[in-house]
């Protein structure tokens, strides 16, 4: 439909029509010029009534016709591929969500597993300190506790050479008592008589 057609208001196009219909009914049931006859003789069956009967029906209906099916049509169309602009701008902006949660997703899932990988190693790096502090500190505790064992070892030792160089000593100083007739128990002698097993010891 042109635009200046569109421009003519509805009602004025079904008056219009009307008047048509009406008049091309009223020519062709009164006006019959002889040369319909000519026409219709030569094969061309021609009738302004029925011709202007046509014309008016079709200006009174196509506009009725656009009211009632072609308007509503138009609108439901209209109202469909904006339904359809909008789910399809849903979709996309759906689309561009999920792309940026996906995006988002895989950055937090790298940033734990990284701190996750550093949780892991600082623990490491702590048990294997701690192994090496204990190992340390036994190292140590054993160290001491055989250095307090030789200690001990050493001072038994002293202690039994000492009684036992006491005892041979009055031993010795008995048996010169004995032999002399005589005390031979004196710092003296006693001194002689350690040295002399001391000596011994050593060349042993």
Do not use: C
């Not at 030789?150 to 202690?159: D, F």
Request: aromatic share 6%; no cysteine; glycine share 4%.
């Amino acid at each position: 439909m042109s635009q200046t057609s569109s421009s003519v208001p509805t009602p004025v196009k079904v008056v219009v029509g009307l008047a048509l219909f009406v008049g091309g009914a009223f020519l062709h049931s009164s006006w019959h010029p002889e040369f319909y006859k000519t026409l219709e003789g030569q094969g061309v069956p021609l009738d302004f009534g029925i011709t202007l009967s046509a014309i008016g029906v079709l200006l009174f209906t196509f506009p009725i016709i656009d009211m009632f099916f072609v308007k509503p049509l138009q609108a439901a169309l209209h109202e469909r591929n904006s339904a359809l602009e909008t789910t399809f701008s849903e979709v996309e902006e759906l689309r561009n969500e999920m792309t940026t949660m996906k995006s988002n997703y895989e950055k937090q899932l790298a940033a734990t597993e990284a701190d996750a990988r550093e949780k892991i190693n600082s623990q490491i790096k702590e048990a294997q300190a701690l192994r090496q502090s204990v190992m340390s500190e036994a190292t140590e505790k054993a160290d001491a506790l055989v250095k307090q064992a030789q200690e001990e070892i050493n001072m038994e030792k002293n202690r039994v050479l000492a009684d036992l160089r006491s005892h041979v000593t009055d031993l010795a100083l008995a048996a010169a008592e004995k032999v002399v007739a005589e005390n031979m128990d004196t710092d003296r002698n006693r001194k002689l008589i350690a040295d002399f097993v001391q000596q011994a010891e050593v060349a042993k």
